[in-house]
């Protein structure tokens, strides 16, 4: 066992404004109002993260569609039947709205038994009557589109929950269908997610589908901050060794109400006994006293006298997990936090399960995905009274010198820290950068600081009610196109998370001594954007690729003078634009050659120090130096277009001599190119 406490890489304070559960005239709360704001257009995305209310706010855009714009039916498409439930009846005219959203009891196809491809009839009988709104999965409706052709839903509205699962690879064929759909132009579709980004870097939708989507924002600090209850969020990772399950307690604590996800059976953190697994769990806890036989929840007697009630969903056996599940469903139960006080979980209880009392997610061993971790830390994000703090903690195997899946381990661990990276970026307000010209001025709605907004230095500001920080920046590269500006605005996140997902980019960052920070923020952010987004000019690109690094190291830099673990961290949620008025105002001259110099994973590397044994840290970086490998051609040419813009400013190329470690590694770009050159003229 790693002697090491559990350090939280991620630790944030909001100001608990109750703003996020406060309903207009119409019932709506502020991102319902937001969305139904748009709800006139044809492609309507919505990110928002879990709790903030979006499968009402779809049912406010149906209605309205149904009833004013020409719309025949609504199909609500969610990724597994558990999920369906979200979208059940609901009395909106209770609360205001002129209509309350009702689907007849044969219409949602995830209660009827039998696959989904078993009920593609059912969707025909519903497209051919005169009911209104359908709920299904998304695999039956992937079925019918194969039976009956993208025309049968000409005039419907589609409505895709979880909307992550798309992918624009051919291969996905949800993606495909909602192509062709949008080719053809006769329906209208409103998708919703928490996370729009998927684990495996594939892009959710082309970008000419893309842009055709208008998008609702609505973000985790606005839905945080404006919680009445609920006033810090912790997010860490602890490393263990030997089974996990002997030494479990140090981070379970029987008093928070936790959702426990094991590891899969697959996994180097299994036993490969997941029954056996459960059990050892309910050992550690306490003295098993039976089970309830109404609930079927685990009995077991905690050491101080407490009888924790234990929800096992990890059992195959349908008899016991199903009646377990319904208990966790029953309504009447939804508001008593005394129903539940620990839920054992495997591939269940994550996206679209809501259990308002959940204080602690704990997972076992890395998951597939960030996408997956991102709606893990959401089950423990829900708003609740008396619930004031919650917490996600990640449990990882140490890589062991002895052991042969050394390399698996280590991937694990770089793994967590992208997800830690990621979910910095996403619990933080939002930044609005812009380039500090003379004829700038301040923004209403936005508090400079102290002293108010200066003309003769880069400004920062905040406005409390949108979450935004608008800060000014030397050189910063504006985006032309109107794709680029949404991107900057809008999706910095998914740019930030496809360069945490990069193991090169990651291994180099973290334990590469030789890496200048250029290599990383020029180089290897400047190949992922080009990726990502061919279609775009060189300047748009730059421009995308200044702002995202800005975002992450920004992040990084308040970090940087907070502290973690047994220290103090600072209260109160104006830490982090204190941090970044510091860090402006500590500097000469803010600008983004300063931000580029920057190593996006110092702080995170510092963490990991804490947390991880000498040795075991050792061992990590002896792996990464193992496979270390030399300059490749898309980074020579990356180089030699930076030496480029360097000789335009310059008036000289790059020097290898220099004493510059940058510009001689631009001039090295230079000089791997000739010599690929010769030995291509030679051959």
């Not at 036993?271 to 050892?280: A, G, L, N």
């Not at 129903?339 to 495997?346: Q, R």
């Amino acid at each position: 066992m790693s002697k090491h406490p559990s350090i939280p890489s991620v630790s944030v304070n909001y100001e608990q404004k109750g703003t996020s559960a406060k309903s207009n005239e119409y019932g709506m709360r502020p991102m319902q109002e937001r969305a139904y704001q748009k709800r006139g257009e044809q492609y309507l995305l919505i990110k928002s993260p879990p709790a903030s209310g979006k499968s009402r706010a779809l049912m406010f855009i149906a209605l309205d569609k149904l009833e004013n714009q020409g719309m025949k039916q609504a199909i609500i498409i969610v990724p597994e039947r558990s999920i369906g439930s979200s979208f059940q009846d609901e009395p909106l005219t209770k609360f205001g709205f002129w209509a309350d959203w009702t689907v007849e009891p044969k219409w949602n196809l995830c209660n009827a038994p039998g696959g989904d491809d078993g009920k593609v009839n059912s969707v025909k009988s519903f497209l051919d009557g005169d009911s209104k709104i359908l709920v299904c999965t998304h695999a039956t409706f992937r079925f019918a589109v194969d039976k009956f052709g993208v025309g049968s839903f000409d005039d419907r509205l589609l409505a895709i929950d979880e909307f992550h699962h798309v992918s624009a690879n051919p291969d996905n064929k949800l993606g495909a269908h909602l192509a062709d759909l949008m080719g053809r132009d006769k329906a209208h579709v409103v998708a919703m997610t928490g996370s729009y980004f998927r684990g495996d870097t594939e892009a959710v939708l082309h970008p000419e589908d893309e842009a055709k989507f208008d998008s609702v924002v609505y973000t985790y600090y606005e839905q945080l901050n404006g919680y009445e209850y609920l006033k810090q969020l912790d997010i860490g990772y602890y490393f263990y060794s030997g089974p996990y399950s002997d030494e479990i307690l140090a981070v379970l604590d029987p008093s928070e109400k936790t959702i426990v996800h094991i590891p899969n059976v697959n996994s180097r953190e299994s036993t490969k006994d997941k029954i056996r697994e459960v059990e050892h769990i309910l050992e550690e806890l306490g003295e098993w006293q039976g089970t309830d036989p109404v609930t079927g929840f685990q009995l077991v007697k905690t050491s101080e006298g407490k009888v924790l009630k234990i929800a096992d969903l990890v059992d195959d056996d349908p008899s016991k997990r199903d009646r377990v599940s319904a208990s966790l469903k029953d309504p009447a139960q939804k508001n008593n936090r005394d129903h539940v006080d620990v839920i054992i979980a495997l591939g269940m209880a994550k996206e679209g399960f809501d259990w308002i009392w959940c204080e602690h997610a704990l997972t076992v061993g890395y998951r597939s995905s960030l996408t997956e971790i991102v709606q893990i830390i959401g089950r423990a994000t829900r708003d609740a009274p008396n619930k004031k703090k919650a917490r996600f903690t990640n449990l990882i195997a140490e890589p062991d010198a002895e052991e042969g899946t050394v390399v698996e381990a280590v991937n694990d661990t770089l793994k967590a820290i992208a997800a830690s990276l990621l979910m910095e970026q996403v619990l933080a307000p939002r930044f609005e950068f812009r380039p500090k010209h003379p004829n700038n001025g301040p923004t209403d709605g936005f508090d400079y600081g102290e002293g108010g907004y200066q003309d003769n230095k880069p400004n920062v500001g905040f406005n409390g009610e949108t979450g935004q920080i608008q800060m000014e920046i030397k050189g910063l590269v504006e985006p032309k196109s109107e794709q680029a500006q949404r991107i900057c605005q809008d999706d910095l996140n998914e740019v930030i998370t496809a360069f945490v997902q990069d193991k090169n980019t990651v291994e180099r960052g973290l334990f590469d001594e030789e890496v200048l920070p250029e290599e990383l923020t020029q180089v290897r952010m400047g190949k992922i954007i080009k990726e990502k987004y061919p279609e775009l000019d060189d300047e748009d690109q730059e421009a995308i690729r200044q702002h995202a690094v800005a975002a992450l190291n920004l992040i990084q830099q308040v970090k940087k003078n907070q502290t973690v673990g047994d220290e103090k961290i600072p209260s109160g949620n104006t830490a982090l634009i204190d941090g970044v008025r510091r860090f402006a105002m500590d500097v000469k001259g803010l600008d983004i050659d300063l931000i580029d110099q920057i190593n996006p994973f110092g702080e995170a590397y510092a963490i990991l120090a804490k947390t991880m044994s000498e040795d075991r840290l050792k061992r990590i970086k002896e792996v990464i130096e193992a496979k270390k490998i030399t300059m490749s051609l898309d980074e020579a040419r990356e180089l030699a277009k930076r030496a480029l813009k360097f000789k335009n400013e310059k008036k000289r190329l790059p020097s290898l001599t220099a004493v510059d470690p940058w510009e001689k590694k631009m001039a090295e770009g230079i000089a791997f190119l000739q010599r690929v050159a010769k030995e291509e003229q030679g051959a």
